[in-house]
């Protein structure tokens, strides 16, 4: 045995989500190995073949009754939510209004956007009718994170149901009985049939899901260190990988920007959830002409919050992160107006805003994950577009202006970008939510996220034989001479 080896009996059989706010125990949850993971897979092989087969119509009744039982049960399963990670309890719910909202688009637009349809055979194959269908991958395996526990992997878990597809859904170690209340109430509706089972655990738990096999595709959202790790232990197996990781979202402020506005959303951005959201505010470039007043908006709205208008650090070892962030900002330079070192106090962190950052500081090139906003100024739009795209992170992105707000939106490395408002992006069911670079790749959400979960086939069909063979070894120079004829009459001149 190694040393990195642990003995099978030193492995915990149960383990305990607990309320990060006060430490007591939410509900204990059993650590499933590698032979359980494969088992649910097994199992999801044979409910995805009898989801498949319901055909669209049938699956979208079942889900709109699904979207019914998860109205019903909002408040119990928002208890939940707050419970393990420590939000607000309208937080809780808002996350799930936002779900099913989602779940309700995914379910009435399936059929639109992966059903059978025709395009064109072009000039030359005129004698074919050409379709693409999208087919159900058949079992797709989702690893979710604990900041946004129902509405983040619902991205992938909605969505891969409307698409026909079973899923076997890994949920954070943190926010187990979130996941197991999402399937629960999915259970009732199907039947008997395990078409969303529950696998909790550690790490290993959603290295093995990665590993088993019958799993089509994973969809993983969590850091890009671990979505890497994701991507190898998929390798070996040539899985398939959708991967959401993490952001350092900019907010840029032009000189027309309404400021009270922006600083509303800067502050919102930036400090609900504590912070933790993977498309939240963390860098703000104001243009210099409008910065002071922008800075004192942010400051008397970064100061009238309270404690409870969000919560703790979900993850206890997050606050080291946040901490390390303010030290080196204010080490090298910055000044904080709203709060300081003194702000973190593990669990909890009151809010920070620290101004004139050196882009060298972890504060600008490091996901920080909590309540610490960085406002700096810039001399102008192009150098502000030129920071904010200066990480390798492209996830989302905040612009407030009048008049330029999509012609900057249209210079800004990423996937999503939210004018005049913020996060706006990822409450519309039609926009694929996603990244670039160190953000990941894949969408979820809209046409893109339903088409994720699918693989495209083409079909071609011969309705006639054409009078010139060419696919075949009856081809004649004479026919040869014909087809090059009318391909220099189309596409010669």
Not at 144 to 156: A, C, D, L
Not at 218 to 238: E, P
Not at 355 to 376: H, K, R, W, Y
Request: some cysteine; hydrophobic content about 45%; overall charge negative.
């Amino acid at each position: 045995m190694t040393a990195t080896e642990v003995p099978a009996d030193a492995v915990p059989a149960t383990f305990e989500s607990l309320d990060p706010r006060t430490g007591e125990v939410v509900g204990t949850h059993p650590v499933h190995d590698e032979a359980a993971v494969e088992q649910a897979v097994a199992r999801a092989v044979e409910a995805g073949q009898w989801w498949a087969g319901l055909g669209f119509t049938e699956r979208g009744k079942r889900l709109g009754e699904w979207r019914k039982a998860l109205v019903r049960r909002l408040d119990d399963i928002a208890r939940v939510v707050s419970d393990e990670t420590g939000k607000p309890f309208d937080d809780s719910r808002l996350e799930l209004v936002l779900a099913i909202d989602h779940l309700d688009w995914a379910a009435k637009h399936a059929e639109k956007v992966l059903g059978k349809r025709k395009v064109s055979s072009g000039m030359l194959m005129a004698n074919q009718a050409a379709t693409i269908t999208y087919a159900p991958i058949g079992v797709v395996g989702v690893i979710g994170p604990w900041n946004y526990p129902v509405f983040t992997p619902m991205g992938s878990i909605g969505y891969a149901l409307a698409a026909g597809n079973a899923v076997v859904f890994k949920p954070s170690e943190l926010t187990p009985g979130v996941g197991t209340a999402l399937a629960d109430s999915l259970a009732e509706i199907a039947e008997g049939h395990p078409l969303l089972q529950v696998v909790t655990g550690f790490g290993e738990t959603g290295a093995a899901l990665c590993r088993a096999k019958g799993v089509g595709k994973i969809a993983f959202t969590g850091s890009t260190a671990t979505g890497k790790r994701v991507m190898a232990a998929c390798a070996d197996t040539l899985t398939p990988v959708l991967i959401e990781c993490g952001g350092k979202d900019p907010l840029i402020v032009d000189v027309d920007a309404d400021l009270e506005a922006a600083a509303d959303a800067t502050v919102w951005g930036g400090m609900s959830n504590a912070g933790q959201t993977c498309v939240g505010v963390e860098r703000v470039y104001v243009v210099e002409q409008v910065a002071d007043r922008f800075i004192s908006h942010v400051v008397r709205k970064a100061e009238a919050l309270r404690p409870g208008d969000f919560g703790p650090m979900t993850m206890a070892s997050q606050s080291d992160i946040v901490a390390g962030h303010v030290d080196d900002a204010l080490a090298k330079g910055g000044r904080a107006v709203v709060g300081g070192p003194s702000s973190v106090h593990p669990p909890f962190i009151d809010p920070v805003v620290i101004v004139d950052v050196p882009e060298d500081s972890t504060a600008i090139t490091e996901e920080t994950f909590g309540p610490l906003i960085v406002v700096n100024r810039v001399p102008d739009v192009d150098e502000a577009v030129r920071r904010a795209n200066g990480t390798g992170y492209g996830l989302g992105a905040t612009v407030f202006s009048k008049k330029r707000g999509e012609e900057i939106a249209a210079q800004l490395r990423c996937g999503m970008v939210a004018i005049n408002s913020v996060i706006s992006f990822a409450g519309i069911p039609a926009l694929p939510f996603g990244g670039v670079g160190d953000s990941g790749f894949g969408r979820i959400h809209g046409q893109d996220g339903l088409r994720e979960f699918t693989r495209p086939q083409a079909v071609a069909r011969q309705k006639f034989a054409l009078p010139i063979a060419v696919t075949s070894f009856k081809r004649t120079s004479r026919g040869m001479n014909a087809l090059l004829g009318l391909v220099r009459l189309r596409h010669g001149r």
